[in-house]
């Protein structure tokens, strides 16, 4: 998994797979969900992530 952060144009993505996207649906004002052929959610897009979040920057993991 990897996530990444563009202050520039304030957008968080977070990867869990690599794959060719086939398609992206927004599933909520802001929030995309990308998919590959099987249907397979591949990552999601937070638009105006600092409006949705406190920090956007902080990323804390967690094993249980």
């Known amino acids: 998994m990897k996530v990444?952060?563009?202050k520039e144009v304030d957008v968080l993505y977070i990867v869990f797979s690599e794959g060719k996207i086939a398609e992206s649906d927004e599933d909520r004002p802001?929030?995309?969900?990308?998919?590959?052929?099987?249907g397979t959610i591949l990552g999601i897009e937070i638009l105006d992530a600092s409006k949705k979040m406190q920090n956007p920057t902080k990323v804390e993991y967690e094993v249980a």
Do not use: E, W
Not at 30 to 37: C, E, K, S
């Open 4 to 6: 990444k952060y563009d």
């Open 30 to 38: 802001g929030i995309i969900l990308d998919y590959d052929n099987a």
